[in-house]
């Protein structure tokens, strides 16, 4: 069956290009949104009318709905959502400008949650339809330097998680996808942008955090391509998972994660069950 997409954050090269490639070979049809949407225009013609551009700047609630009823003026609806606009910005808990963790919130979860909230009365007048969050490695385990990425990311999983049971009934399904490094544009900035953390104490951290960015920068072990066509694959399956690590090195350091904090759990169970009132209360 041809699947209509509605898929943010379009760029030359990054995830969102790789998820409408990835639907377009398998016969389907794409709404990509850009906030420069001349970008993708040539890209686009290669595919005649089965693909459809869209100025969208997803902070901005009234062109998302624009964007949302030109999907369904272009193609009848959408079956599958990919909120995949983001951006991660590097700086200490206690150093990052108020604005910038704001900024940061709106486009990395208050957007997500706009859009879906614009796409799902279709999909629930329907009974069915996929939403796809595009989360990262850092919402499970949390990266120095990028606390305020991480909390944005940690706080799409848990609405991703609440979300699933809210919406399973009525026929929709629902995947958070947790990439690793991998080979877009996303580390590029951060050889033109200096560090400007505004307490000294984290500047050697921080300092670290973008000679890191910037030596991996056009070497992440990621591949877009094959990370889209993973998770179209991991949709088809029967059940499909609850959510995706995508690349090897991230998929290592969440299991680490998760199996620390699972021994951490169990070795205070003790002072957990302690905290309830006794049978005599």
Do not use: C
Not at 34 to 51: I, N
Not at 159 to 165: A, N, Q, S
Request: no cysteine.
């Amino acid at each position: 069956m041809t699947r209509r997409w509605f898929i943010t954050g379009g760029t030359p090269g990054g995830f969102g290009m790789a998820f409408a490639e990835a639907a377009l070979e398998a016969g389907d049809r794409v709404v990509l949104t850009a906030r420069r949407p001349a970008e993708l225009r040539e890209w686009a013609q290669g595919y005649g009318g089965r693909v459809h551009v869209v100025e969208l700047d997803v902070t901005d609630a009234a062109q998302i709905h624009a964007a949302v009823d030109a999907a369904h003026q272009r193609f009848g609806g959408i079956d599958v959502l990919v909120n995949n606009a983001g951006r991660g910005w590097y700086g200490s808990i206690e150093g990052m400008a108020d604005a910038q963790v704001r900024a940061m919130f709106e486009l990395n979860f208050f957007a997500v949650l706009a859009v879906t909230r614009a796409v799902l009365p279709e999909m629930r007048r329907r009974g069915n339809g996929w939403i796809v969050n595009m989360s990262s490695v850092a919402g499970l385990t949390g990266v120095a330097g990028f606390g305020y990425y991480s909390a944005t990311k940690a706080a799409v999983e848990a609405v991703t998680e609440v979300l699933r049971e809210e919406v399973a009934p009525l026929g929709i399904n629902v995947l958070a996808v947790e990439p690793g490094a991998f080979r877009t544009q996303a580390y590029a900035g951060f050889a033109e942008e200096p560090v400007t953390e505004a307490v000294s104490d984290y500047r050697p951290l921080l300092e670290s955090v973008r000679a890191v960015m910037v030596e991996q920068d056009g070497h992440q072990p990621g591949d877009p391509r094959r990370g889209a066509r993973a998770v179209i694959a991991a949709m088809a399956q029967q059940p499909p998972p609850h959510r995706l690590v995508l690349g090897g090195a991230g998929f290592d350091d969440v299991i680490a994660t998760f199996e620390k904090t699972l021994a951490d759990l169990r070795a205070n169970e003790t002072l957990s069950r302690g905290a309830d009132f006794t049978p005599q209360q």
